[in-house]
């Protein structure tokens, strides 16, 4: 077969943005190991060799028990998770900030049917009080019955849970019969930056299921949803199917978490889009009328300053607006993300201030 294409280059590759590490393109390691997985024929559907050799990878990271399953994206494995933790009269607590609430158009509640009962946290985390804010009404048909809760890691407001944190939420939900759903679509951020194994704030600390992201930190697509609770959570595969995330070529999608999990891959990428972070935050704190209004623990930067300037610093350099009422911007980093990438854009910065 020839190696040629007719496809045809249509960007710039020396852009950057500060919008979205998922801006990023792919990493070479996780291309080289697409290209070994092609060529011959594979059982589709998850029944190839890499699939199953993903188990393993899985079971190191998270503990024998652990099951992984493979899907398309962040959404669709937020939605296949939760759904295996509720009845049909089930609700979830989440932090306002969720992504699960402000970002999935939806999901949630109208393809899994799942009411999401909301508590505005100052940091983008649940705490065990803020919690019992919403955990009430077991017994009352006319409420949705709250039987799960979801946490973010790292969080929409770029902080992190400790292990200690993520285990006492853990614990009060459980002792109120509600099970943990982990956010994990920045998981490998966290562990960058608490410097520990992922089972200690996830398996160890009492989580059920979790959604672990890969896009986020070089994968071409996909997620994964990973049971660590098998007692009690159950019929994902089935979940899986009926979500319209099965992969028929799911063979693809394994051997880029094996790339990315095997090895130390995953924390070489989340650790250098975290210091990216760190060197953009000392670069800005310098700078006279920004300030920086969030502790900077992963990869993201949040940032006022007049939104005039933001304007103009948007027609050079993607990024989003994250309040408009109040003009706070973030300000992403990826693995790809270079200290020239970094320096350019704080002198950008610096010089629309200037303006």
């Given at each position: 077969m020839s190696n040629t294409t007719d496809a045809v280059r249509h960007h710039d590759p020396e852009t950057r943005g500060f919008a979205s590490d998922n801006y990023a393109g792919?990493?070479?390691?996780?291309?080289?190991?697409?290209?070994?997985?092609?060529?011959?024929?594979?059982?589709?559907?998850g029944e190839d060799q890499y699939t199953e050799h993903l188990q393993s990878v899985f079971k190191r990271h998270f503990g024998d028990r652990a099951e992984a399953y493979p899907v398309f994206n962040g959404t669709g494995a937020n939605v296949v998770a939760?759904?295996?933790?509720?009845?049909?009269?089930?609700?979830?607590?989440?932090?306002?900030?969720?992504?699960?609430?402000?970002?999935?158009?939806?999901?949630?509640?109208?393809?899994?049917?799942?009411?999401?009962?909301?508590?505005?946290?100052?940091?983008?985390?649940l705490t065990p009080e803020l919690i019992d804010r919403q955990a009430y009404g077991w017994d009352d048909e006319h409420r949705a019955s709250p039987l799960a809760v979801s946490i973010t890691q790292s969080t929409e407001l770029g902080t992190l849970y400790t292990a200690d944190e993520?285990?006492?939420?853990?614990?009060?939900?459980?002792?109120?019969?509600?099970?943990?759903?982990?956010?994990?679509?920045?998981?490998?951020?966290?562990?960058?930056?608490?410097?520990?194994?992922?089972?200690?704030?996830?398996?160890?600390?009492?989580?059920?299921?979790?959604?672990?992201?890969?896009t986020k930190n070089g994968l071409l697509f996909g997620e994964a949803v990973v049971v660590l609770n098998p007692e009690r959570v159950r019929n994902i595969k089935y979940l899986r199917k009926m979500s319209m995330q099965l992969a028929s070529k799911m063979r693809f999608v394994s051997v880029q978490f094996e790339a990315l999990l095997t090895g130390d891959l995953w924390l070489r990428n989340a650790g250098h889009a975290n210091a990216m972070a760190k060197r953009l935050e000392t670069a800005v704190r310098g700078i006279d009328g920004i300030t920086v209004v969030r502790p900077v623990q992963a990869n993201a930067v949040f940032a006022i300053l007049p939104r005039e300037v933001s304007e103009r610093l948007q027609k050079r350099y993607r990024f989003y607006f994250w309040n408009e009422h109040t003009g706070e911007v973030r300000w992403m980093t990826a693995f790809d993300t270079t200290e020239e990438d970094i320096d350019a854009f704080a002198a950008a910065i610096a010089e629309e201030m200037a303006r």
């Open positions: 792919v990493h070479p390691e996780i291309l080289a190991a697409i290209a070994l997985a092609n060529g011959g024929h594979q059982i589709a559907y939760l759904q295996a933790l509720l009845p049909r009269w089930g609700a979830v607590i989440a932090a306002e900030s969720a992504h699960i609430n402000v970002d999935e158009c939806g999901a949630p509640e109208k393809m899994a049917g799942i009411k999401l009962h909301l508590v505005p946290t100052p940091d983008g985390k993520v285990k006492a939420i853990c614990e009060h939900a459980h002792e109120r019969g509600m099970l943990v759903h982990m956010d994990g679509s920045r998981l490998a951020n966290a562990a960058a930056t608490l410097g520990v194994p992922f089972r200690e704030f996830t398996t160890e600390a009492g989580v059920d299921v979790l959604s672990f992201g890969g």
